[in-house]
């Protein structure tokens, strides 16, 4: 992928349409103006200043650029990504995670959370000019052979241990801290039905994050895992698919608790499936469970978002966020606005970048979307991509 400036100066994007990211109707004909990456102004109608370099897309519906939750742009979404990562040296995976990036803005993901990168490489793409800007969490804390225990974050003993790892990232500048609370599937001999950490443990990383000024994600499989980080007041649980040995067991009391706290749940939607790319088989089993928890925990108040786990596997792409939209509106029943307001305007709030990002307006970067369609309509016009303009940069310029 071939990198450019980011856009300088001033120019003005039509449209035939317009979501800012908050509204429930969308507006007509439009006018963004933009200088140096930001929106200057968003006018009704086909007004610019004069003199002022015009880009008209003409029949489409712009929307603010989407914003996934969840990502590892260490990972190529390819058959083996642990492998494929571990020969790799550093400054090979940087490069590979800048492609993962383009992958991800060339289908319309503007912005990106990295939940776990190996050896803190994410800061090193947060803002590169052209490719999504990325919020980073560096490697997840986790566990002596826990789950991704090789991406380079392993706590020592106990509560001193795991505050030891908090200071770390901190001190290292990451936005958000990421905590195993359960083990997972990418990482040999551990078990996504067992909890990781202790509940004092897990207390202890929260108070050590919010104390030092970070948010905490917990990646939760487990039941017990899902009540034991509720309990310990992080601030959005990842996954939550109440994983046991044999399916998908999830107490109503924890569905409650996470529901009366307004947890974030990071919902694991978006995954492509077609001739060459397949369900895991444990996963599809559990698939009809998982949702029905996911029903349930918005009923109870829970704020979902979806949270793509973006490169684990062939069938999560990185630019994968516009399927997990589909998918939010068809098997959880959102509305279309529904969806577009988890990744746009409500995803920002969640990534700590509601100033700046996931609406159309005044004062936000000129992350811009052009889709053929209306998705408030139809879903699926969110698939239908035909410009994207990142910090205010024209994605078509990239050869």
Known sequence: MTEFPAQTG??????????????????????????DGRILAVDL??????DVPVVDLGDVTLVPGLIDTHVHLVFDASEDP???????SDSDAIASMKEMAGVAARGGVTTLRDLGDRDYLSLAVREVPGLPTVVAAGPPITTPAGHCHF????????????????REHADRGVDVIKLMASGGHLTAGTDPARSQFTLEELRAATDEAHRLGLPVVAHVHAPDSVARAAQADV?????????????????????DLVGARRLVVGA??????????????????RLPGIVDVMQRLHRAGARIVPATDAGINPT??????????????????????EALLTATSQAAEI?????????????????????????????????RVTSVHVRGADLSRVE
């Open 10 to 35: 001033r120019f003005a994007v039509h449209a035939d349409r317009l979501f800012d990211g908050v509204s429930q109707r969308l507006h007509g004909r439009s006018t963004v103006l933009v200088e």
């Open 45 to 50: 109608g086909e007004v610019s200043p004069a």
């Open 82 to 88: 642990v492998s494929a990562l571990a020969a790799r």
């Open 151 to 166: 991406l380079g974050s392993v706590a020592g003993p106990g509560v001193a241990g795991v505050r030891r790892a908090v």
């Open 235 to 255: 601030d959005g649980l990842e996954h939550v698919t109440f994983w046991t040995e044999t399916g998908v067991e999830a107490p109503q009391e924890t569905i």
């Open 268 to 285: 694991s939607a978006g995954f492509v499936v077609d001739a060459n790319r397949q369900l895991d088989q444990e996963f599809a089993v």
């Open 316 to 337: 999560k792409p990185h630019d994968v966020l516009r399927h997990a939209l589909e998918q939010m509106v068809h098997l959880l029943g959102l509305s279309p606005f």
């Open 351 to 383: 990534c700590g970048l509601g100033h700046r990002k996931g609406r159309i307006a005044a004062g936000f970067d000129a992350d811009l979307v052009a889709v053929a369609g209306n998705p408030l309509d139809d879903i699926a016009s969110i698939h």
